[in-house]
């Protein structure tokens, strides 16, 4: 049974920073390209970045390039985003995701999600 637990989220002020952590199990981590992927309140889901199976190609929504960076680590299955600069419109429920493909935007499974809030 796949499994995504999120970590890390939070209420932070606006320049501030955060670090998600998401723990992954019941599935071969380290052949699944990962994601995380955001919603906040009355919009729909966002990609926010994606990177590969080895960790070695990554892409990122025009919103947070420059700001948030997205890595693994495949031998302790785990998926991190470091959001620096957090603007107000980045509140949302963050979500760690598994995708079929990393070309793929839409994921396959998703975790509970982790809630952040930035306030201005």
């Known amino acids: 049974q796949v499994q995504l637990v999120e970590s890390g989220g939070g209420w932070v002020q606006s320049g501030g920073s955060l670090r998600l952590s998401c723990a992954a199990s019941g599935f071969d981590f380290s052949l699944s390209a990962m994601s995380w992927v955001r919603q906040a309140p009355g919009k729909e889901l966002e990609l926010v970045s994606i990177?590969?199976?080895?960790?070695?190609?990554?892409r990122y929504a025009d919103s947070v390039k420059g700001r948030f960076t997205i890595s693994r680590d495949n031998a302790e299955n785990t998926l991190y985003l470091q959001m620096n600069n957090l603007k107000p419109e980045d509140t949302a429920v963050y979500y760690c995701?598994?995708?079929?493909?990393?070309?793929?935007?839409?994921?396959?499974?998703r975790g509970q999600g982790t809630q952040v809030t930035v306030s201005s």
């Open positions: 995701a598994k995708h079929l493909a990393y070309y793929l935007n839409y994921p396959d499974v």
């Open positions: 990177i590969n199976k080895f960790g070695s190609s990554t």
